[in-house]
C-alpha cells in the first residue's frame, strides 16, 4: 500500500475510541510539525503517528495472542508487562493485512513505546511525539518539546530519560529496551554524532 493519509486516518477513525483517536490526531499534527522543522517527510511523519496505537485498544490477552501467533515476543519483560507490545502488533497487522511496506513507518509504530538502539529519525520522532503531543500534561513537557525542537536525538534522549524516572518513581519494571534505548542515545550524544540526524 502507498502512504495515504487519508486512508490510514479513516482506518484510525474506525478502529479507535474517540479519545484515542483524539490523541493519535494530536500525534500526527506534532510529528508533522517536528518532521517539518528538522528536515524530514512530513507525510511519514503523519502516517506513522495515525497509525502508532492502532492496536492499542485490543483486549491484553488478545495482543499477546497476536504477539505469540506472529512471534514478536522477543524478551521475557514482553509477557510480563505485556501492554508495551501494541506497536509490534501494529505494525505486524499493518505490513500483512493491509500491505503498509514503508519499512520507516512500520519500524516507528512498532518501536514508538519501548525505543531501540539505532533509531532512525523517524522512530525518534514518534517515540517522542507520542510522549508530548499537545493534549500530554506534566510537569515537564514543555521542556521536552523545546528540547524536540532544538535538537532530536538530545530531546528524544531526554523523552527515554523521563520514561526512565517515572517507571522508576512508579516502582514498575524496566524493559531492557528501554534501557538499551536510553543507553544507546547517551552513547551517541558522548561520541558526538548527536546532530547528525537530527
Ligand atoms: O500508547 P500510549 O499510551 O500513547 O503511549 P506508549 O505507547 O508510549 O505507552 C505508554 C506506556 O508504556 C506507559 O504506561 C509506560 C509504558 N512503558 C514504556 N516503557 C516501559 C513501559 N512499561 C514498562 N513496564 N517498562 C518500560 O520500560
Ligand atoms: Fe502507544
Ligand atoms: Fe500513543
Not at 4 to 24: I, N, Y
Not at 109 to 127: D, F, K, Q, S
Not at 129 to 138: G, I, M, N, V, Y
Not at 152 to 166: I, N, P, Q, R
Request: proline share 5%; net charge negative.
Amino acid at each position: 500500500m502507498k502512504l495515504q493519509v487519508e486512508v490510514l486516518r479513516d482506518l484510525a477513525a474506525r478502529v479507535l475510541s474517540e479519545e484515542r483517536f483524539r490523541h493519535t490526531l494530536g500525534v500526527a499534527d506534532w510529528a508533522e510539525e517536528l518532521a517539518h522543522h528538522h528536515g524530514l517527510d512530513p507525510v511519514r511523519a503523519r502516517c506513522a503517528g495515525l497509525v502508532h496505537d492502532l492496536a492499542k485498544e485490543i483486549p491484553i490477552k488478545g495482543q499477546l495472542r497476536y504477539a505469540r501467533r506472529w512471534n514478536l515476543l522477543k524478551y521475557p519483560e514482553d509477557e510480563l508487562s505485556p501492554y508495551v507490545l501494541h506497536g509490534s502488533v501494529a505494525a505486524y497487522w499493518l505490513e500483512h493485512y493491509y500491505g503498509l511496506d514503508d519499512a520507516e513507518v512500520l519500524a516507528a509504530v512498532a518501536n514508538h513505546t519501548l525505543g531501540r538502539p539505532g533509531m532512525c529519525p523517524l522512530e525518534m520522532l514518534i517515540y517522542s511525539a507520542d510522549l508530548t503531543e499537545p493534549d500530554r500534561d506534566f510537569p515537564k513537557v514543555d521542556f521536552l518539546r523545546q528540547s524536540l525542537y532544538d535538537n532530536l536525538e538530545k530531546g528524544t534522549l531526554a523523552c527515554v530519560e523521563h520514561t526512565l524516572l517515572y517507571l522508576k518513581e512508579g516502582k514498575r519494571p524496566i524493559h531492557p529496551l528501554t534501557q538499551l534505548t536510553f543507553d544507546d542515545l547517551r552513547r551517541r550524544q558522548t561520541i558526538g554524532t548527536g546532530s547528525k540526524n537530527a
